[in-house]
């Protein structure tokens, strides 16, 4: 058993401005640092690649799919390369007073994995809350996941996350 902390992971996206029937959208780079404190709690590689973001914004209901892809190109020479994927889907139902069920998981592809150890599919439930400190709005949520597709090898079954996400003001008040 392990503890520390991971890679970082950090995704750019850029998208239009102006909401279309409460669609949005982005693309841009996104990266992964090797930054683990632990080696067996990251793959010890710069990793880089494309993302990209496509969301409705309902009355009721938030649909959204983020996907990115990273490639190494530096880091560890004793650690193996990468090729992996994470399409991270969002499914909320919005009710009274700031509240939201529903689901965000994350499926994990390793390419460079043997068939059967490949893919990770999760499907879950969380809950989650807006809430305001100070004057910034916070969300917190909790989520258990499921694990339907998992490597056969070493694959987690069920995942439990906790997340703090503040909602900072727009970077551009104007159109670039």
């Known amino acids: 058993e392990k503890s520390g902390l991971g890679d970082i992971a950090l995704v750019s996206l850029l998208s239009p401005a102006k909401l279309t029937s409460g669609i949005i959208w982005g693309a841009g780079p996104t990266f992964i640092f090797p930054t ?6 990251g793959q010890g590689k710069y990793q880089a690649g494309p993302a990209a973001v496509g969301l409705y914004i309902g009355k009721d209901w938030v649909f959204w799919t983020l996907a990115q892809q990273w490639w190494s190109f530096a880091g560890d020479d004793d650690r193996e390369s990468t090729s992996q994927a994470n399409i991270q889907y969002f499914i909320q139902y919005l009710f009274g007073e700031n509240w939201q069920i529903g689901m965000a998981p994350n499926i994990l592809i390793d390419w460079k994995a043997a ?13 989650g809350k807006l809430v305001k400190i100070g004057p910034l709005p916070v969300k917190f949520t909790a989520e258990v996941d499921y694990m339907v597709v998992h490597p056969d090898e070493f694959g987690q079954h069920w995942g439990v996350r906790f997340q703090i996400i503040p909602v900072l003001p727009a970077l551009f008040k104007d159109t670039l």
Do not use: M, S
Not at 36 to 41: F, G, S, V
């Open 36 to 41: 683990a404190t632990n080696d067996a709690l």
């Open 115 to 127: 068939q059967n150890n490949r893919f990770t599919v999760p499907v879950g439930l969380g809950i």
